[in-house]
């Protein structure tokens, strides 16, 4: 560390550069001499030229920044500075003893050996040292490691282990499946072949863990990277995501853990942003349910897009506590207004829509769990339909330009009561928008990786409960993605939306529910049935092994945007829909589960055809004739 100190200290770098100086010109001389005696008279020219050199070239190094560097991170730029440092203190000697002299005495050669030697004179004890720093010419005493991806953030990635004074984790060997990759050499440290054989390789290196340094990995990519990790038995972390490696923020300290979201995550959402901004920059912007993980992820969305006003209305204290403090310190110049209050209250909604008369609205408050919702129909309708509802209408008395029904694909051929009234949901929304000027546009998508009262938050606190973790059947399987796409997407229908749409988004391909508890408890660093048991418990009231995003009978067809389909409304007689929904609602003051069984079965027909799955009071009633 002495040593460090030492050579970081210019005056020190400067005088190691300027006893470099004779050593090279007097070395030239010897050269020209093949290395034997050099000739009096050759040997007197050099002397009394020397102190021109160490004049000059000082000026020279000075001129061109030889000491702004430190030698601990010497480079090709550094290299590029000596260079020219040299090329022009030789050219301005040679033209000054050429004056003098017209180089009597002096051997042309020694020039252009001269100014190579004091070239590798300067650079290479630079660099030396530079190796000597990364690589510590010691054994090293940390965790092996094995990083997978032999790229730029692969080098970037071994550069900082090479670099680290602790040596917490020694680089061993990359993989890459790039063929012309394979066996290169990068800061020493080889390429030894395919991702494939990592087990093999971890094995025979003895390796502690593997880094997985490829931050435009897919998921499969990454799903197969760590079925090798899992199988070789050895511990793995990853860089975080391509806006770091472009940021240069790739670094031991980045390493996290791989996630859930990793193995289960899409491509990247290409959205028209101009498009977007254009939508919602300078307006006012409602959200509903803005305390929860959807609402939530739409609040910051939004503020970056900087709205005039956004206005976060949502039931719950705390989330709207923590909702609000997060916007107001991440947008301090934003125009907020939280408002504490229930959709299904029609005098906050009025107010909030007089106040401060929102331009768009995106309604994402709702209940969703589905098992507890089967036997609490009347909370279901009270909030998820008539709640629509108040807000729906208040949208359209007010003037509003944009109303967004996030809704689900449970909605499709509902197999219970919170399908069934997301769907009736739907149905208002869009034959509304026949008789509004308001744009009704409804966003339709299956569940979202870590949200509120989601599977994956609920593995994990059973994960850490020590197990067992419980899945409903070995064959069910989900759509999945991750809560800022879901919302980015959400951003993008609205602006694409004329009004009546169902935008269904791409939601990739099913997952198997077992899989991602496997997953979940592997990522916990436990073995799924070794140290976490999976048990199954059996399907819930409500619950179907699969899930559908659109009905037969909406013909989905494909949009301007690669991940947003457009699924056609199916019409419902208006007179007959505001009848309906009013029975509802006087049902629900009434507390007449009958009648709003009945009102169910009218507007969602096609429940009766998964009544199998239904609890036995709902099929008792759904099946009984209806009167005239």
Known sequence: ?????????????????????????????????????????????????????????????????????????????????????????????????????????????????????LIAGLGMPRFFYRWIKDHKLYLGQGDRVLIVGAGRA???????????????????????????????????????????????????????IVLLAIPSARSPQIRRIVKYCETANVPFRTIPCMQDLLAGRVSINTLREVSIEDLLGRDPVTLDREAISSELSGRCVLISGGGGSIGTELCRQV?????????????????????????????????????????????????????????????????????????????????????????????????????VLI???????????????????????QNLNQRSATRFITVRFGNVLGSDGSVVPLFRSQIEAGGPVTVTHPEMMRYFMTIPEACQLILQAEAMGSGSEIFVLDMGEPVSITYLAEQLIRLSGNEPGKDIEIVYTG??????????????????????????????????????LETTIRELQSACTSYDEKALLKGIATLVPELHHIDKQLPDNVIQLISQPKKA
């Open 1 to 117: 560390m002495r040593l460090y100190g030492r050579l970081r200290n210019p005056l020190v770098a400067f005088l190691h550069d300027l006893a470099v100086v004779p050593v090279a010109w007097f070395a030239a001389y010897w050269l020209r001499f093949n290395f034997a005696t050099i000739p009096d008279q050759y040997l007197t020219q050099a002397w009394m030229w020397l102190p021109l050199l160490l004049v000059t070239q000082s000026g020279a190094f000075f001129y061109f920044g030889l000491y702004r560097g430190d030698w601990r991170f010497a480079s090709m730029p550094d290299l590029l500075r000596i260079i020219k440092a040299v090329t022009v203190g030789t050219l301005v000697c040679m033209a000054v003893i050429f004056l003098f002299t017209r180089l009597q005495g002096i051997p042309r050669s020694v020039f252009p050996a001269y100014w190579l030697l």
């Open 154 to 208: 692969g080098e970037m990635l071994a550069r900082d282990l090479l670099r680290d004074p602790l040596r917490t984790l020694e680089p061993v060997g990359f993989v890459d499946d790039m063929k012309h990759k394979q066996g290169a050499d990068i800061h020493g440290i080889r390429v030894l072949g395919g991702c494939d054989q990592l087990p093999e390789l971890v094995k025979r290196l003895e390796v502690d």
């Open 303 to 403: 503020a970056k897009l900087e709205p005039s006003k956004l206005i976060v209305m949502e039931n719950c204290e705390y989330n709207l506590f923590r909702i609000e403090n997060e916007l107001r310190q991440g947008f301090p110049d934003m125009v907020l207004h939280p408002v504490l209050g229930d959709i299904t209250d029609e005098a906050t909604v009025e107010h909030t829509y007089n106040t401060y008369k929102p331009d768009i609205t995106y309604h994402a408050a709702a209940y969703k769990h589905v098992p507890m919702l089967e036997s609490r129909v009347r909370e279901a309708i009270h909030n998820n339909v008539c709640g629509t509802r108040i807000m729906a209408l208040a949208a359209d008395r007010h003037g509003c330009d944009a109303f």
């Open 407 to 429: 809704s689900t694909d449970k909605a499709v051929n509902p197999a219970n009561i919170m399908g069934a009234s997301k769907r009736i949901a739907e149905i208002f929304c």
């Open 539 to 576: 399907l819930r009231p409500g619950e179907k092994l699969f899930e559908e995003l659109f009905h037969e009978k909406e013909q989905l067809t494909g949009t301007q945007h690669e991940k947003i389909f457009l699924a056609r409304h199916r019409q419902i007689e208006w007179g007959l």
